[in-house]
């Protein structure tokens, strides 16, 4: 049976999932400037990023009607953006209880809809099933720019994840002697220069376009590297656009077809 997400990527699903419920709860304090201490007094936050219509979309937590979900596909990330936090995660949460009931399987009971907690866990509990669900592709990527989101808008600045430059591999690196050097736990790489790590941050991370413009390639040859499965994308933004790593995509466009094979 065909599954569309690896080990590692149900495994970064479920941390997406594990942590958009603690994340939601943050926000509150940020639009209102006040959050609950352990003893119950209101006191400023440490530091409290500027409100934004953002986080008044992020906190709406009004329920969609069945015709209004019905009439909504929640892979669409256009009609998804208008959505608060819970009623974007229960969009996903309908669909998926329809899909598997129409499928004949066991689907998850959500008791609360406007409990975060409650939705998440239901589609983590259905993830055997999800995954060999072509669509859970984009389930995982939006929930894991919903985290993204989330995390922008409380003014969380991401920690910088570099990641193995061989094809084919792309796997994090682990910090070895107190960040001292990186090894790759994949293909035992090691990044022990500073201008190694330096070069991991301006050649990763790159939308097609940038790297097609730098490799003075055609945007579209991006696109059939990737389509033809010579390339990967090694990350995403927060609106789901695919990154990628300007070393990989030059090693492919630099082999001759007939060799490209010898890459895998």
């Given at each position: 049976?065909?599954?569309?997400?690896?080990?590692?990527?149900?495994?970064?699903?479920?941390?997406?999932?594990?942590?958009?419920?603690?994340?939601?709860?943050?926000?509150?304090?940020?639009?209102?400037?006040?959050?609950?201490?352990?003893?119950?007094?209101?006191?400023?936050?440490?530091?409290?990023?500027?409100?934004?219509?953002?986080?008044?979309?992020?906190?709406?937590?009004?329920?969609?009607?069945?015709?209004?979900?019905?009439?909504?596909?929640p892979r669409?990330r256009d009609?998804?953006?208008?959505y608060?936090?819970?009623?974007?995660?229960?969009?996903?949460?309908?669909?998926?209880?329809?899909?598997?009931?129409?499928?004949?399987?066991?689907?998850?009971?959500?008791?609360?809809?406007?409990?975060?907690?409650?939705?998440l866990?239901?589609?983590?509990?259905?993830?055997?099933?999800?995954?060999?669900?072509?669509?859970?592709?984009?389930?995982?990527?939006?929930?894991?720019?919903?985290?993204?989101?989330?995390?922008?808008?409380?003014?969380?600045?991401p920690?910088?994840?570099?990641?193995?430059?061989?094809?084919?591999?792309?796997?994090?690196?682990?910090?070895?002697?107190n960040?001292?050097?990186?090894?790759?736990?994949?293909?035992?790489?090691?990044?022990t220069?500073?201008?190694?790590?330096?070069?991991?941050?301006?050649?990763?991370?790159?939308?097609?376009?940038?790297?097609?413009?730098?490799?003075?390639?055609?945007?579209?040859?991006?696109?059939?590297?990737?389509?033809?499965?010579?390339?990967?994308?090694?990350?995403?933004?927060?609106?789901?656009?695919?990154?990628?790593?300007?070393?990989?995509?030059?090693?492919?466009?630099?082999?001759p077809?007939?060799?490209?094979?010898?890459?895998?």
């Amino acid at each position: 049976m065909t599954t569309w997400l690896d080990s590692k990527a149900v495994e970064h699903f479920h941390d997406d999932l594990a942590a958009i419920p603690t994340l939601f709860a943050d926000l509150p304090a940020v639009k209102t400037g006040i959050k609950n201490n352990e003893g119950g007094a209101h006191t400023p936050p440490a530091s409290k990023p500027p409100l934004s219509m953002e986080v008044v979309s992020l906190l709406d937590t009004g329920l969609k009607g069945a015709k209004e979900w019905r009439e909504t596909d929640p892979r669409d990330r256009d009609v998804l953006d208008r959505y608060g936090v819970p009623p974007r995660v229960g969009l996903w949460a309908r669909m998926m209880i329809e899909e598997m009931t129409d499928a004949g399987e066991h689907a998850p009971t959500v008791v609360y809809w406007s409990d975060l907690t409650d939705l998440l866990g239901a589609i983590k509990a259905a993830t055997p099933w999800l995954i060999t669900q072509q669509w859970v592709t984009e389930l995982a990527q939006d929930m894991h720019a919903l985290r993204t989101e989330i995390e922008q808008a409380l003014g969380i600045t991401p920690i910088f994840k570099p990641r193995c430059r061989n094809l084919w591999c792309g796997t994090l690196l682990e910090p070895m002697d107190n960040d001292s050097w990186y090894e790759c736990p994949g293909c035992k790489r090691k990044y022990t220069i500073a201008e190694d790590l330096k070069a991991l941050g301006g050649a990763q991370y790159l939308r097609g376009e940038e790297v097609a413009q730098l490799l003075d390639i055609a945007w579209s040859t991006v696109r059939r590297f990737k389509a033809e499965g010579w390339i990967r994308p090694i990350a995403c933004t927060a609106s789901g656009v695919a990154l990628f790593d300007l070393d990989q995509v030059r090693t492919v466009n630099d082999t001759p077809p007939e060799q490209r094979v010898a890459l895998r």
